[in-house]
């Protein structure tokens, strides 16, 4: 039943920051997504007979690269495959399924944040055995592979039925569908308090989740309303949509409008409002009249962590991503524990995670999670704030802002200026660059230059060393302004600069955040010159 099928390679199969992403079309090209599914298996040593994990966000042509990965693991020699009912597995959920089961490894199809459709994003990712995303000495090799490939093998088989939780067997290989939710609500229910989460909502706690239409309704329902006796109509766009429904499935402030609007409607608004990604490791948090930042978050978890059962032993650590804000460093600095600053992406926590030298990561890209998988997480953080919340029976405003006043607070804000132009955004990054060596102890306006530097990462745990991560400048007093480019857009560059203030006074925590940042946005500009640069007299996106 194993066919070999000759093909030719594609020249562009380069995975980026989170596996191949390209638009739909192009993957429904001749053999494009067998193409890139036999380069990853080449590119693996010793998996016969072992297990792989398979599974996706529900969006447009996922069932059809399901069916054709399966029947490709087969032929290639896999033991068992582990499918998610629908062909439907969150990120987080198929990191958990690859450490729970030791599986080699998983292929999860997701083009996360992005819109999905007949003409939108679709993705292949490969996820090791620890069920984190490959590193890049493997995705280098898929690549290279990807280049020459002149043949794939693959089962001829009728249609599998994804539809229905079952074990069967294709070519001497074991194919089990599996509840997509079973294991990951299960892991939650350790992690976390929930009879105190209960007990929340059974005094009237009143929250709105968004799973915009995307991978996390089916989990949010099982856990949030089924399991945690929050009413039904709390978990809203729960049903996975090709095309989430027309929308981006990425929860900001601007995808998630609605959802901020009722959040800030006043007295009557819900307590807690939340909402995750295509692929469910994004999330967004929001009190009752306040829109809690990625990197606040971050900080407030990792201050309060122990109040959940899966840390009441405290943390190790924490490690964000470099243009993170540093309130994170603020509650490490207090407790005592080790804090790591990595280059953006999260496969730079792997190691750390792995080595147990912190217990919870995050970034500003609204990504938080812990070591209890190996991929950022949306509905463990919306868990752990509930856990928080249940516990400390205050509102998310009073809990922010006590958390200001212990530990100081970070003003901070990102403006992205996407669609420039390429080289006129690499001169800038240029240019800055140029300048880095001169400006320790320089002035600008009132604010003095500490110090600057173009980031470069050397991991603690492997040693390797990852150059040009984005230039910090770094003011007297714990205020930065950090620059870099997008790695992800698809269209020209996307400059975004990353303004931060901290601001010990607590008398001086509630201002508006552009007003608090003002002097640090104009530095930027002197530094960068943006506006002449890219043409730009303000920026496309503010978060
Ligand atoms: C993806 C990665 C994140 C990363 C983000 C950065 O979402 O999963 O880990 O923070 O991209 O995107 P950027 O566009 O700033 O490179
Ligand atoms: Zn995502």
């Not at 997701?110 to 620890?130: L, M, R, V």
């Not at 002197?526 to 730009?536: F, N, P, W």
Request: with cysteine; aromatic share 8%; hydrophobic share 40%.
């Amino acid at each position: 039943m194993i066919k070999t099928i000759a093909t030719k390679p594609y020249g562009d199969q380069k995975p980026g920051t989170s596996g191949l992403r390209k638009k739909v079309p192009v993957f429904q090209q001749e053999n494009y997504a067998q193409n890139f599914i036999q380069s990853i298996f080449d590119s693996l040593e010793d998996f016969a007979g072992k297990t792989l994990v398979i599974g996706g966000d529900g969006r447009y042509f996922n069932r059809e690269v399901i069916q054709i990965a399966i029947k490709m693991a087969a032929a290639n020699g896999f033991g068992k495959v582990m499918v998610g009912k629908g062909g439907i597995l969150s990120t987080p959920a198929a990191s958990n399924l690859i450490r729970k089961y030791k599986a080699f490894g998983g292929i999860i199809l997701s083009a996360s944040h992005n819109p999905g459709g007949p003409t939108e994003d679709f993705g292949i990712k490969y996820n090791i055995g620890n069920g984190g995303p490959a590193p890049e000495k493997i995705t280098d090799a898929i690549y290279a592979r990807s280049r020459v490939i002149d043949s794939y093998k693959i089962v001829d088989a009728p249609e599998i039925d994804l539809d229905r939780v079952t074990t069967l067997t294709l070519d001497g290989m074991t194919v089990e569908i599996i509840d997509p939710v079973a294991d990951y609500a299960e892991l939650m229910e350790e992690l976390f308090d929930f009879p105190a989460i209960r007990n929340l909502f059974s005094l009237g706690f009143h929250m709105v989740f968004d799973a915009m239409s995307a991978v996390t309704g089916p989990y949010a329902k099982e856990i949030i309303e089924r399991r945690l006796g929050a009413s039904e109509g709390t978990v809203r766009n729960f049903t996975p949509l090709p095309d989430f429904g027309g929308h981006h499935p990425d929860p900001n402030l601007v995808h998630a409008k609605e959802l901020y609007d009722e959040m800030m409607s006043g007295g009557d608004a819900p307590d807690f409002g939340a909402a995750s990604d295509g692929d469910g490791d994004r999330n967004l948090i929001i009190g009752r009249g306040i829109f809690v930042t990625p990197s606040d978050s971050l900080a407030v978890l990792a201050a309060n962590a122990q109040l959940a059962p899966g840390y009441s032993k405290g943390i190790a650590g924490i490690a964000r991503s470099m243009p993170t804000s540093m309130a994170a460093d603020k509650v490490a600095e207090k407790r005592g524990i080790g804090i790591y600053e990595t280059p953006t992406g999260w496969k730079f926590f792997g190691n750390l995670l792995d080595a147990g030298k912190v217990t919870i990561c995050g970034e500003e890209s609204a990504g938080t999670g812990s070591d209890h998988v190996r991929e950022k997480d949306g509905l463990w953080a919306v868990l752990l704030w509930l856990n928080i919340l249940a516990v400390r029976g205050e509102s998310v405003e009073d809990i922010v802002t006590q958390h200001w006043a212990t530990y100081g607070r970070n003003y901070y804000s990102r403006h992205d200026y996407e669609g420039v132009d390429s080289d006129a955004a690499n001169g800038l990054m240029a240019t800055l660059r140029d300048k880095l060596p001169s400006l320790s102890g320089t002035k600008i306006g009132d604010l003095t230059v500490e110090t600057a530097d173009d980031f470069a990462y050397h991991d603690p745990v492997d040693q390797s060393v990852s150059k040009n991560q984005g230039i910090r400048v770094l003011f007297e007093g714990g205020s930065r302004v950090v620059f870099r480019l997008s790695g992800t857009g698809t269209s020209g560059a996307t400059l975004r600069v990353y303004i931060e203030r901290y601001e010990p006074d607590a008398n001086r925590h509630n201002l508006e955040t552009q007003a608090a940042l003002a002097d640090l946005i104009a530095a930027a500009e002197t530094l960068a010159d943006i506006r002449a640069r890219t043409g730009r007299d303000a920026p496309t996106v503010i978060t």
